[in-house]
């Protein structure tokens, strides 16, 4: 799979954390390291249309983690993907693990992960979120 990869202004590649929650649904999309651990943003929106959008520009490399968890009534869809090559603009990202239904499809990977998918469930929860959830201060 492949996702779109943002250039910062000298050129560094980078996702963006997104998302937010309306009054039943909701998404979003939370960048960390290999290790798990929130990842400093190089851009943090502070102006324009901030609810549910584009709020941390986050700089990437290869083995970082995307996590996307969406909801409808609390009722959550997560996924974890790996990035495994970053190109001029794209990702190629592998699927690492999901939860649906209630339970993880396989386990979920180490402890560290756990306060990240969090931060994934909370973003997507906060009603017409406007900053971002999982960045170093």
Same mark, same amino acid.
């Given at each position: 799979m492949e996702t779109k990869v943002y250039r910062s202004?000298? #050129? @560094?590649? *980078?996702?963006? &954390?997104?998302?937010? #929650?309306?009054?039943?649904?909701?998404? /979003?999309? +939370?960048? *960390?390291s290999p290790n798990g651990h929130p990842k400093r943003a190089i851009y943090v929106?502070?102006? #324009?249309?901030?609810? *549910?959008?584009?709020h941390a520009l986050i700089p990437i490399a290869v083995d970082d983690y995307i996590i996307t968890a969406k909801h409808h009534r609390e009722d959550? !869809? @997560?996924? +974890?993907?790996?990035?495994?090559?970053?190109?001029?603009?794209? /990702? !190629?990202? &592998?699927?690492?693990?999901?939860?649906?239904n209630g339970e993880w499809r396989e386990p979920l990977p180490?402890? %560290?992960?756990?306060? /990240?998918?969090?931060? /994934?469930? %909370?973003?997507a929860t906060c009603y017409h979120c406007r900053s971002p959830h999982y960045i170093l201060a």
């Amino acid at each position: 799979m492949e996702t779109k990869v943002y250039r910062s202004k000298s #050129g @560094i590649p *980078c996702l963006w &954390e997104r998302g937010g #929650g309306y009054s039943h649904t909701g998404s /979003a999309t +939370i960048i *960390c390291s290999p290790n798990g651990h929130p990842k400093r943003a190089i851009y943090v929106a502070r102006k #324009g249309m901030l609810a *549910c959008g584009e709020h941390a520009l986050i700089p990437i490399a290869v083995d970082d983690y995307i996590i996307t968890a969406k909801h409808h009534r609390e009722d959550f !869809d @997560i996924t +974890i993907y790996r990035i495994a090559k970053i190109n001029a603009d794209t /990702a !190629d990202i &592998e699927f690492g693990t999901e939860f649906s239904n209630g339970e993880w499809r396989e386990p979920l990977p180490p402890a %560290e992960f756990e306060a /990240a998918v969090q931060a /994934a469930q %909370e973003k997507a929860t906060c009603y017409h979120c406007r900053s971002p959830h999982y960045i170093l201060a």
